[in-house]
């Protein structure tokens, strides 16, 4: 037998688990092989669904957005990585 982890919940630090801005992050595996899902806890927003081939190229897309964000006029200085 083994264990296996397949869902981590991020929560702003001192929140709890089912707290509005936190978001939960899952190996999930319909028959066809495993892809990530993104949920968040508030369930005004969805999820997303993240196959392993195109993770890369999403991530290089959101980090790509992120600086424009960081661009944008009137935009908050954005919070230390």
Known sequence: MQSVVTQIVLVPDGSPIFDERGYAVS???DGAG???TIRSND???GRIAID???WKDLRD???RMMT???KAPGCL???PD
């Open 27 to 29: 190996v999930e595996d």
């Open 34 to 36: 495993e892809f990530l």
């Open 43 to 45: 369930p005004a927003y």
């Open 52 to 54: 392993k081939t195109e």
């Open 61 to 63: 897309l959101v980090d």
């Open 68 to 70: 424009e964000i960081k």
């Open 77 to 79: 200085p954005a919070a």
